[in-house]
């Protein structure tokens, strides 16, 4: 058996051994990453908070899940979106709820963190709080409005880039650099083959994650992503241009559409706003009061964006409210809709 003989049977034994142990090499990644999690209970409630990973380096992110177990009947009251987590950039931020055959439901928060240092942090204590409906219970202590579980604090490490005991201590060149030796070609060879065999493998693992990354979608409560959209809309400010206001009220009225067709079913992003506010006029829970406050943003959007009237910051700050009490008053019973990875939550339609 010659020499080429030997190289192409390496060659493709390493391939296969490598495409074959994807799953093993993952397994062993996720054990490594073992994060930190804290647990409390009350009576029907159960509470996990998890933190991965327990070590991070100062860079990397963060995830941070909030889990709660509740029995039949009981109404969960969670957090409001990024409460108690000022210190950290959110990233993204994924809500979930699964109601099972009994009637216990399971709620779910996850948080993607950014640490703005490196050295000693904590997630501050949680608060999840319960209305118990169950016969023959009582529903909240007395001169309470509900019943208050709060998580321990999670205090965890942000390793710094710098390894450890690292000085600023200047030290002396290198000594004088050896003649470089004469390639083997074996070995040269060897090395060519090792390199293919480890690009093609990484190769298949990033298709792989890409291919299951495309098929996530998750579940989102419609208030809750039209409410974070609008959150990062407002979070750089008022505009101050004109092209930046025609810009704002675009985008702004876009995101109060997007959530009328979730939350009311109102599948027309085509229609005018006279077209659109006479739909929604026979929308069911969508009250007097709320088409007339509909209707107020609406028409001041189309004045801006399409009449090219100019407005004050006062008026793009009453806009802003507008579509927030909107937003707010219409919550309750608000739909969960599906979102895949990078879904905004407002798509590519007209204002």
């Known amino acids: ?197 480890g690009l093609i493998s990484a190769v298949a693992i990033v298709a792989v994650y890409l291919r299951r990354l495309r098929q996530r979608v998750v579940q989102v409560n419609a208030y809750q992503r039209a409410r974070r959209n609008l959150d990062r809309l407002l979070v750089n400010g008022e505009p101050s241009s004109a092209d930046e206001i025609a810009a704002f009220f675009v985008a702004i009225s876009r995101i109060v559409r997007r959530y009328l067709e979730d939350r009311f079913g109102l599948r027309a992003p085509d229609l005018t706003t006279e077209e659109f506010l006479e739909l929604a006029s026979g929308a069911q829970n969508l009250t007097r009061e709320h088409q007339e406050l509909l209707q107020d943003f609406l028409r001041q959007a189309d004045l801006v964006k399409f009449a090219g009237v100019s407005v004050s910051s006062d008026e793009v700050r009453r806009s802003s409210e507008l579509a927030m009490r909107f937003l707010d008053e219409t919550r309750e019973n608000a739909p969960l809709v599906d979102e895949s990875p990078g879904d905004d939550g407002v798509g590519d339609r007209d204002g």
């Open 1 to 197: 058996m010659n020499l080429n003989s030997l190289s192409l049977r390496f060659f493709l034994t390493l391939i296969s051994a490598l495409l074959l142990n994807v799953d093993g090499l993952t397994a062993v990644a996720d054990e490594e990453l073992a994060g930190i999690t804290v647990s409390s209970e009350s009576g029907p409630v159960a509470v996990k908070v998890t933190l991965n990973p327990s070590q991070p380096v100062i860079g990397d992110e963060i995830t941070l899940q909030i889990e709660v177990n509740a029995a039949a009947e009981v109404e969960v009251l969670m957090p409001e979106f990024g409460e108690a987590l000022d210190r950290y950039t959110i990233v993204d931020f994924v809500p979930r709820q699964r109601v099972s055959a009994d009637g216990s439901a399971t709620f779910e928060q996850r948080y993607t963190l950014q640490p703005m240092r490196s050295g000693l942090q904590m997630i501050p204590p949680i608060l999840i709080e319960f209305v118990d409906h169950r016969p023959g219970q009582q529903s909240a202590p007395e001169d309470l409005d509900a019943y208050e579980i709060l998580t321990d604090r999670i205090d965890f490490t942000v390793q710094s880039v710098l390894p450890s005991g690292a000085g600023a201590e200047l030290k002396p060149p290198l000594g004088r650099l050896e003649p470089l030796r004469t390639v083997d070609p074996v070995r040269s060879a060897l090395w060519w083959v090792l390199v293919t065999a």
